[in-house]
């Protein structure tokens, strides 16, 4: 049986859904190595960004709920089952950026999650003290979430 060079497999991997590249890492141990490697991570994410495919819309219902909407397909609505599980623990979005998510439970853990492979993780927390405050500076809690390519 003939096979793919191993530069034409990634070209057809690269046009897929993460659904279904998840499915197929279970096709052979290179293409598990090729899915989950960072490089072909980047690609897939700049493809799915130049030609506009691979969207979806995640929405929060009653603090506890979240539902995915794919643009492609607006009738297709997934229900997703947040890093804590099913707990009724109302769970806030911080912030996204490039398909993760920064939640924020209401005990002031904060998550990073990614809904389309269903990974999180749990960051340590970091207090920073301030001096003490005052009228014009009280005291706060910020969140930033980005991405630094470099």
């Known amino acids: 049986m003939a096979t793919l060079p191993h530069e034409m497999t990634i070209e057809i991997l690269l046009r ?3 659904k279904d590249l ?23 994410l700049s493809h799915s960004v130049k030609t506009n495919t691979n ?13 995915s909407v794919n643009y ?4 297709t609505t997934q229900r ?13 979005i911080l ?9 924020i439970d209401d005990n002031g853990r ?8 269903r990974k999180s993780q749990v960051l340590p927390s970091t207090e920073i003290e301030f ?8 005291r706060s809690t910020y969140y930033g979430f980005g991405y630094d390519p470099i």
């Open 110 to 117: 904060i998550f990073l999650w990614n809904p389309s492979t």
């Open 55 to 67: 969207h979806s819309l995640i929405l929060r219902h009653c603090e506890y709920h979240f539902f």
């Open 16 to 18: 897929l859904s993460v």
């Open 22 to 44: 998840l499915r197929f890492k279970c096709v052979s141990k290179p293409w598990c190595s090729s899915i989950d490697d960072p490089d072909f991570i980047k690609l897939h």
């Open 80 to 92: 997703l089952n947040h890093p804590l599980g099913e707990q009724k623990t109302p769970i806030k």
């Open 72 to 75: 492609d397909s607006l009738k």
């Open 131 to 138: 001096s003490s405050p005052s009228i014009f500076f009280p």
């Open 95 to 103: 912030g996204t950026c490039n398909g993760l998510l920064a939640v």
